[in-house]
């Protein structure tokens, strides 16, 4: 078994965008994959974003991370948008980005709230404290790898409500030290083992 070579793939240099800094803003992740398995997905999303600009002074970055046809995290997460729009406290990034300078904006977050796996993966490996939408095993998987336990994964097809991301959004607040450390000890292991993946590869 070896990491995804994402850990590995280098990350844009980007240009920050106004009022929205890697102090203060979250960014945020949701697909119509993770839709399709719970329906309620997308006013948990809503009543989060409400509790953050009701509680804290953080700002949202919403990234669309997989933009294809019956699959868009941009036409899902748009909506979204317009909706807190007259807020000045959230963005948008659009939908024709690369996957290098995805990862470059996911860098300039604070926390990281995604659904993707690659998106999570970019926050890992940017040192962005995330928590995980999880959907499938491989959730679970990437966070023990990383954590040694199944750390700020949440099972997106067990939500009913946005409470058990709240808490869980205070909780890495609480602890953000603390796993940034654990994400610069093991990021370096995680980009090791795909480095590997290659070298056995050739081997074969």
């Known amino acids: 078994l070896f990491s995804d070579p994402a850990f590995c793939m280098e990350r844009a240099d980007v240009d920050p965008i106004d009022g929205f800094t890697k102090e203060n803003t979250i960014g945020l992740n949701v697909s119509p994959l993770v839709a399709a ?28 991370h997989v933009v294809e046809e019956k699959n ?13 729009a007259d807020t000045g406290r959230i963005t948008i990034l659009p939908p024709d980005l690369d996957a290098r300078q995805y990862k470059g904006y996911i860098a300039k977050t604070r926390f990281f709230i995604g659904a993707r796996t690659h998106a999570t993966i970019a ?3 940017s040192g962005v404290p995330t928590i995980v939408l999880g959907y499938s095993v491989k959730a679970k998987g990437i966070a023990k790898d990383i954590f040694g336990e199944e750390k700020f994964v949440l099972d997106s097809k ?3 409500d946005s409470k058990p991301l709240r808490d869980a959004f205070i909780r890495m607040i609480e602890n953000e030290n603390e796993i940034k450390e ?19 590869l050739l081997e074969i």
């Open 158 to 160: 067990a939500l009913s």
């Open 37 to 64: 398995g719970n329906p309620k997905i997308k006013s948990i999303v809503e009543d989060f974003i409400l509790y953050v600009f009701e509680n804290t002074t953080m700002s949202i970055m919403l990234v669309p």
């Open 72 to 84: 868009n995290d941009y036409e899902f997460i748009k909506p979204i948008y317009d909706r807190f």
């Open 182 to 200: 654990e994400l610069m000890k093991s990021i370096p292991l995680r980009m090791r083992s795909a480095m590997e993946m290659g070298e056995k």
């Open 123 to 125: 926050a890992y490996s």
